[in-house]
């Protein structure tokens, strides 16, 4: 039997697309392999002066409850998503907050912690890892017990961060040179990282949860009236509040949308960042709108916001697939979204709109479209984890019979 080790560095407090990704690929290899796959999560935790800052952060666990990231520092594993995460724990200190998250530096700081892990990889056959902290341990295993390793690029891993320091960008084409494989969730995004460094490289998607599907329509009646937008039209943005998901142009769409559309319409805004409360502000302020905010909600709730939506719009300035999109239109909905990354390849160009001067326009001219009925609707059926895992299964199977 196969061993296989997955190496990644996440939030657990704030489990979100790319966490929940991850954890689905184990997952869906696991169960079509029989392989054993043991996932290393490394963890940064908030020291007291940090958390005086920042606020504590605690975590719900099912069957445990709510726990202190104090009480959870002493696990060294947690049951998560269904996937049992061997837990790496790094200190995040005052100074760390300002060297890696305020100049972008995070990644190259901190290379002997990661080569201190490298023994924990000892003994399997292959290394997964992801992204560029995970790839940097998954390498220093190869170096030192001989492990083949491959690399899962997601996003701005590859489109935005190599790009804004000369240091990272070296050692991420090293990375892309030393891996056995380079998977890239986008072809978008793969051809992006040809401007970074040659390697051995290839797509492989990521799937979408089994939970988002489209309900049948007494139920999708039910959920409309339970959320009260019965005999409404609704209009989504589902993501992050931060700069990258533009969220700045919500406003403008929304008013545009609203003028534009002969009916009911409630828009409605899920997720929360640190430009909630200005783009709050700006949207409260037209009185003419109807719109709720309603912060992060658990993963669980997603499919029945999205069987309520209309037309999801998603304005970003980047993203490596946005799976969100796949989420939405398979639970029924229309999307409509900025031609960036590798968007269009999951709801075709049609659908989509350059980010360009008349970009609020033209996204809120699609948005009517879809309200009217008049949308193109993909097909998304390429997003799925039991191709990914088969897929992926077929390449640790290549990498390993070549030696």
Request: net charge positive.
């Given at each position: 039997?196969?061993?296989?080790?997955?190496?990644f560095?996440?939030?657990?407090?704030?489990?979100?697309?790319?966490?929940?990704a991850?954890?689905?690929?184990?997952k869906?290899?696991?169960?079509?392999?029989?392989?054993?796959?043991?996932?290393?999560?490394?963890q940064?935790y908030?020291?007291?002066?940090?958390?005086?800052?920042?606020?504590?952060?605690?975590?719900?666990i099912p069957?445990?409850?709510?726990?202190?990231?104090?009480?959870?520092?002493?696990r060294?594993?947690?049951?998560?998503?269904?996937?049992?995460?061997?837990?790496?724990?790094?200190?995040?200190?005052?100074?760390?907050?300002?060297?890696?998250?305020?100049?972008?530096?995070?990644?190259?700081?901190?290379p002997r912690?990661?080569?201190?892990?490298?023994?924990?990889?000892?003994?399997?056959?292959?290394?997964?890892?992801?992204?560029?902290?995970g790839?940097?341990?998954?390498?220093?295993?190869?170096?030192?017990?001989?492990?083949?390793?491959?690399?899962?690029?997601?996003?701005?891993?590859?489109?935005?961060?190599?790009?804004?320091?000369?240091q990272?960008?070296?050692?991420?084409?090293?990375?892309?040179?030393?891996?056995k494989?380079?998977?890239?969730?986008?072809r978008?995004?793969?051809?992006?990282?040809?401007?970074?460094?040659?390697?051995?490289?290839?797509?492989?998607?990521?799937?979408?949860?089994?939970?988002?599907?489209?309900y049948?329509?007494?139920?999708?009646?039910?959920?409309?009236?339970?959320?009260?937008?019965?005999?409404?039209?609704?209009?989504?943005?589902?993501?992050?509040?931060l700069?990258?998901?533009?969220?700045?142009?919500l406003?403008?769409?929304?008013?545009?949308?609203?003028?534009?559309?002969?009916?009911?319409?409630?828009?409605?805004?899920?997720?929360d960042?640190?430009?909630?409360?200005?783009?709050?502000?700006?949207?409260?302020?037209?009185s003419?709108?109807?719109?709720?905010?309603?912060?992060?909600?658990?993963?669980?709730?997603?499919?029945?916001?999205?069987?309520?939506?209309?037309?999801?719009?998603l304005?970003?300035?980047?993203?490596?697939?946005?799976?969100?999109?796949?989420?939405?239109?398979?639970?029924?909905a229309?999307?409509?979204?900025?031609?960036?990354?590798?968007?269009?390849?999951?709801?075709?160009?049609?659908?989509?709109?350059?980010?360009?001067?008349?970009?609020t326009?033209?996204?809120?001219?699609?948005?009517?479209?879809?309200?009217?009925?008049?949308?193109?609707?993909?097909?998304?059926?390429?997003?799925?984890?039991n191709?990914?895992?088969?897929?992926?299964?077929?390449?640790i199977d290549?990498?390993?019979?070549?030696?």
């Amino acid at each position: 039997m196969r061993r296989v080790a997955v190496i990644f560095e996440e939030n657990i407090f704030d489990r979100k697309g790319s966490f929940n990704a991850k954890c689905a690929r184990i997952k869906h290899l696991a169960e079509l392999t029989g392989w054993q796959i043991d996932a290393f999560c490394i963890q940064l935790y908030q020291d007291a002066f940090v958390s005086s800052i920042l606020g504590r952060r605690s975590l719900d666990i099912p069957g445990d409850g709510e726990i202190s990231e104090k009480a959870l520092r002493k696990r060294k594993s947690l049951l998560l998503n269904r996937v049992r995460l061997n837990l790496i724990w790094k200190n995040y200190s005052i100074l760390d907050h300002f060297l890696f998250y305020k100049s972008g530096l995070r990644p190259v700081c901190y290379p002997r912690f990661l080569k201190r892990h490298a023994d924990l990889l000892k003994g399997y056959d292959v290394v997964a890892a992801h992204s560029f902290v995970g790839g940097f341990i998954a390498r220093e295993a190869q170096r030192r017990f001989g492990i083949p390793f491959y690399i899962s690029w997601h996003g701005s891993d590859i489109h935005t961060t190599p790009f804004k320091h000369p240091q990272i960008k070296d050692l991420t084409a090293e990375l892309l040179r030393d891996a056995k494989i380079n998977c890239f969730v986008s072809r978008d995004l793969m051809d992006v990282s040809d401007r970074i460094g040659p390697g051995n490289k290839t797509v492989l998607y990521n799937g979408c949860d089994e939970r988002f599907v489209r309900y049948p329509e007494d139920r999708r009646v039910e959920l409309r009236r339970e959320l009260g937008v019965q005999g409404k039209k609704v209009v989504t943005f589902a993501g992050n509040l931060l700069s990258v998901k533009n969220p700045e142009s919500l406003p403008g769409i929304f008013h545009e949308v609203h003028r534009l559309f002969h009916g009911d319409v409630e828009f409605w805004v899920v997720g929360d960042g640190r430009l909630r409360s200005t783009i709050e502000t700006e949207i409260n302020a037209d009185s003419t709108l109807s719109c709720r905010f309603w912060g992060n909600m658990p993963p669980e709730r997603m499919p029945e916001i999205f069987n309520c939506t209309d037309v999801l719009v998603l304005p970003s300035k980047n993203e490596g697939l946005g799976m969100v999109l796949v989420e939405a239109v398979r639970c029924g909905a229309c999307a409509v979204a900025s031609r960036v990354g590798g968007i269009p390849e999951v709801i075709g160009t049609e659908n989509t709109v350059p980010l360009d001067g008349n970009f609020t326009t033209c996204m809120a001219d699609l948005t009517v479209k879809g309200l009217n009925g008049k949308l193109h609707r993909p097909s998304v059926d390429l997003f799925d984890w039991n191709l990914t895992a088969e897929k992926e299964r077929r390449l640790i199977d290549k990498m390993l019979s070549n030696g």
